[in-house]
């Protein structure tokens, strides 16, 4: 079936540090693939997404490239800051199908 | 536009008894899923509602249901709650005219404690 791995958290990293999130998935089809970000108390927000292979969504200064030839879909972001800290989901949808699936969450902690 | 509210946001329950939770989508979405989240299974997809009718279904035991009102308000009811019900629920909207993907738009979430 479709899954979503994620690397296991928390990550701890000083302000201003690189981030690599990593996320592989396993689906049959062309999936769209997407970060979701978790902030306390709060539902998901739509981080960035990309629906073919070899796109490269970006949003507030994150980036993550849909690798089709490694099933990958990592997330980066060159300098974190303390707002960032939250936790990040990567997802996956097919398209003959509305439901998205996700992996299990990352934990970020972003300290001064 | 308003986002999707879920009411309530918090709700104590005891074993035995059944719950009903509430999703108000984005103004004009028709379609509504809801997502059950707890720290052992993380995300799971529960159930797609479009035009009052299930469109997709996840991998739940039927005491968990749903339903959908011609205004796209939807509502999903856990029957006889176990201890491993708690989580937190989570409401999403699109504005999806066919199956397929269309951005999902969530809630807060109702937090489900189940004693």
């Known amino acids: 079936g479709n899954s979503v791995t994620q690397m296991e958290g928390p990550v701890t990293l000083s302000e201003e540090a690189f981030l690599t999130i990593n996320c592989t998935y396993t689906?049959?089809?062309?999936?769209?693939l997407f970060w979701y970000v978790q902030y306390p108390g709060e539902g998901l927000q739509l981080l960035l997404k990309?629906?073919?292979?070899?796109d490269k969504g970006s949003n507030k200064g994150f980036e993550a490239t849909y690798r089709k030839e490694t099933t990958s879909f990592h997330l980066e972001k060159g300098s974190v800051q303390v707002s960032d800290s939250a936790v990040y989901f990567c997802?996956?949808?097919?398209?003959?199908?509305?439901?998205?699936?996700f992996g299990q969450g990352t934990t970020l902690q972003v300290k001064p | 536009k308003a986002g999707v509210t879920q009411t309530p946001r918090y709700l104590i329950k005891t074993r035995g008894q059944q719950v009903t939770l509430s999703c108000s989508p984005i103004?004009?979405?028709?379609?509504v899923s809801w997502y059950q989240q707890t720290p052992g299974q993380g995300l799971q997809f529960l159930f797609e509602?479009?035009?009052?009718?299930?469109?997709n279904k996840g991998n739940f035991p039927g005491r968990f249901s749903g339903r959908q009102f011609s205004n796209s308000r939807s509502e999903m009811n856990v029957s006889t709650l176990e201890l491993g019900d708690s989580a937190l629920y989570l409401c999403?909207?699109?504005?999806?005219?066919?199956?397929?993907?269309?951005?999902?738009?969530f809630g807060p979430g109702t937090r489900l404690t189940v004693l």
């Open positions: 999403a909207s699109s504005a999806s005219e066919t199956s397929g993907y269309n951005e999902q738009f």
């Open positions: 689906a049959t089809g062309y999936p769209s």
């Open positions: 990309a629906t073919k292979a070899d």
């Open positions: 997802a996956l949808v097919t398209s003959n199908t509305g439901k998205l699936i």
């Open positions: 103004s004009g979405h028709r379609s």
């Open positions: 509602y479009f035009s009052e009718t299930q469109r």
